[in-house]
């Protein structure tokens, strides 16, 4: 039998590309896969298919690595599209930000309650939801039984917006739920790793419903490290980037609401863990978490120092990048889900999907983050743990809310063109924080959408 | 045939409750009615009592006017009871608002998105709350059949609160729903109480959908008035308390989100108008709408100067009320429900009443303000016009999104008392626009709460 066809649709990022090809590879039952990766950056489309297929060999693997840079010919006939698009670039965001500032806007336009991430956009990410509309209606149209797997952000908005939107069979993919092992492992659980847990919300904001081992609760070793240990943690450990699931805020966040917020849902919350850097490194260290104006630089830094060194992988055909990169898997779920659909496996994802009654005040046709029952296509959504009402009104509602917005600003663009655009982003602005004037809410506006990297233009 | 039973809880209110004789004595196929009114202020019943009493003689009206403090008795078989009740008064409501100010909360900690009205609370109203939730228990232990005709505010909250944790038949009544009139007479409209309108949302949240005139539209009309007349019509003219109707933030609502907002919707939209005295002012004039400090402090002494005057009127037994006040309906719909349940009658009311599918991204068990066809008890809603996008998202969620918020503070309090409730308030602070410490949220809390005439207990 052939092997499956998968797309990965912007698969320039070297880093994501090259985990899809090992997780494929170490995959057996899915190794004999054909990999097209598309980008529109020939340079990185180069550099990845380099990469990746000399990896991929030097693994020994039967993984078939293709390029091209015409996506209709990338996913036409394709059983899996993975989107992995990332329009802005962190040089577009990072221009878009430090703008936003000069107007009083801290950390940019799009960084909001329960959204105060600052790597992708969620009302000015105009190019994000275009390229994906483009990829699903192209799946349509070449590939009408494949499935659609969204890995680019915003993830919450764009998996909705292609169920509201298309035919498609999508499913959005985020990694971000295994940080409740890490928060295991400081508060002193033994095997972190085997443990029997639930977490369950909107993607990044996603809540722990359940952590137990062997049918014990583990919620009270938490609430004792809380108790007697963490205060010295905090005072003696410095936060890393991407360590924020330790952090204050968390703690506080589970104080305030009832359950442990997980991965990215740390970073957010609303404004009064995140008014300036100084009540950021309050709740999250010196470094103010990776959404900060240090954590930003010290994680652009960390990227330009990663790609780099894949580039160099990449480019020098003398170096084994086998040597260099231990094969690991990496976390992500795409190639469990692929054997799932492909050869008829069971497994226990974390996806998501449309909502259809998991959380009750959020529409049917939102897309939920929750745990997953796979038999082979067939997925059944786990019967959840109560979720407190706290969680629900106040983390779970707004962040709904705001995605509402986000898809109401690119519908407007979509059916207005950029005057439409702008108003839509003008009453998404007059509800902010930080807005304290209708003519700051105009200047930042007619700046940022004037910006080269941004024109909003209509969709064809 | 003996005649309905028709309690008024909290008839102390002497304006309202005169309103109430007037139309029930007005309205001839009811006016063979039982009126009790009750309040737990024997002065104020005394003077109410006398004052009704010997309005309907001097009529010639049939109607039996009668009183009691006591609220099962008043209760027990009516077959109508009307909730006026306002617990706090003016003066609780005006010492907190001094107090939160003192700690950054400009009009008081209730004021919030789609809510800047000072005259009553949502999120520290616990008193309404558990009023009538009293009430609607005491019907359904000893009136099972009676209607509860919810008129005290926060009208969204409670009626909504009711339809869920109660059986009683709940209908929430407001007038504001005929600025509309006021509007149409502005801009120049003939005959502006004899148009087809239609009016919907949440309470006090609500939007023009239509405006006909034999079968034209007339928002053109509207629009030729903002277009030509308007700006001078606000740089002449002094908008007065109760006039945001006709404010430039009116106006500006409807350019942003597609519809007019109507009555005291007026009074609302997001912080951009209300920010402080001098924004109020830009969008409202000189007196900065009903909710600013001027406007407050007008809306307080006009208050005092007609109650005085009620009083007056109560007490001196020499004087014909009749000839003070000339009888005329108030605008008020309760006679004509009670008119058509009673009678059969048909009506088109204005009502809140269960969703049920008529506002799209609304959960079915919230009150709706709809149109609504009464033929008997039979209420059908009326088919809704298109409600944009805009309104629903910027204007309505975030509304819902409040109410919620304020429902859960209430139930933190019912369940886990004074320090459950402080929590969900400060859940609540935390998204405040004016918010910019935990700390000071703690703090206005702790104050708040320790005001005497606002102890929050836990329901008995």
Redesign the interface.
């Known amino acids: 039998m052939q092997g499956s066809k998968i797309a990965i649709i912007g698969a320039g990022s070297l880093a994501f590309s090259l985990s899809m090809v090992t997780d494929f590879s170490l995959t057996k039952s899915i190794a004999d896969s054909r990999v097209v990766l598309m980008d529109i950056d020939p340079k990185r489309l180069d550099a990845v298919y380099s990469l990746t297929k000399r990896y991929s060999q030097e693994l020994g693997s039967r993984l078939q690595v293709e390029k091209t840079m015409d996506m209709k010919e990338a996913i036409r006939d394709s059983n899996f599209v993975i989107n992995s698009a990332f329009a802005d670039g962190y040089d577009g965001l990072g221009q878009m930000i430090e703008e936003a500032e000069k107007y009083g806007y801290y950390r940019g336009l799009d960084a909001t ?1 329960w959204n105060m991430v600052n790597n992708y956009t969620i009302y000015t990410g105009h190019k994000q939801y275009q390229i994906a509309l483009g990829i699903a209606r192209t799946i349509e149209e070449v590939a009408p039984d494949g499935w659609m797997l969204e890995a680019a952000n915003p993830l919450l908005e764009i998996t909705t917006m292609l169920l509201r939107k298309t035919k498609v069979k999508v499913v959005g993919f985020c990694h971000g739920f295994h940080a409740y092992a890490g928060l295991a492992r400081v508060a002193g659980i033994a095997n972190p790793d085997e443990l029997d847990f639930q977490v369950v919300g909107l993607n990044h904001d996603v809540w722990l419903t359940r952590l137990k081992q062997n049918n014990n609760d583990l919620y009270p070793v938490i609430d004792e490290w809380l108790r007697y240990r963490a205060e010295a943690f905090w005072s003696s450990y410095v936060l890393d980037v991407w360590e924020e699931q330790f952090s204050r805020a968390a703690a506080d966040m589970y104080r ?2 009832g359950l442990y917020p997980i991965g990215d849902t740390t970073r957010s ?4 863990y995140h ?1 300036d850097l100084k ?1 950021k490194q309050k709740w999250y260290g010196p470094v103010g978490g990776v959404d900060s104006e240090i954590g930003w630089t010290m994680r652009l830094l960390r990227n330009r120092r990663n790609l780099d060194r894949l580039f160099r992988l990449a480019t020098n055909t003398e170096v084994s990048p086998l040597k260099e990169l231990p094969p690991v898997k990496s976390g992500e779920q795409f190639a469990d889900f692929i054997d799932c659909v492909t050869n008829g496996a069971e497994r226990r994802l974390v996806l998501n999907v449309r909502n259809q009654g998991a959380l009750k ?1 959020i ?1 049917e046709d939102v897309a939920v983050e929750v745990p997953v029952q796979m038999v082979g296509d067939k997925m059944t959504v786990e019967p959840l743990e109560r979720l407190p ?2 969680v629900e ?2 983390a779970l ?2 962040r709904w ?1 705001r995605m ?2 986000a898809l ?1 600003a690119f ?1 407007a663009l979509q059916e207005g063109g950029a005057p439409a655009y702008k ?2 982003l ?3 602005l ?4 930080r ?4 003519e700051q ?1 105009s200047s930042v506006l007619d700046s940022i959408m004037s910006m080269p990297y941004n024109r909003p233009e209509k969709a064809a």
Chains 1, 2 share one sequence.
């Open positions: 309650e305030r609401y919350g609303p404004w009064t008014r009540t005040h529409p009402r706290t009104k106040f509602i707004p809310e509402e917005w109401e519908d108003e839509a003008a009453n998404i007059m509800t902010d924080a807005t304290h004037s209708t809410v």
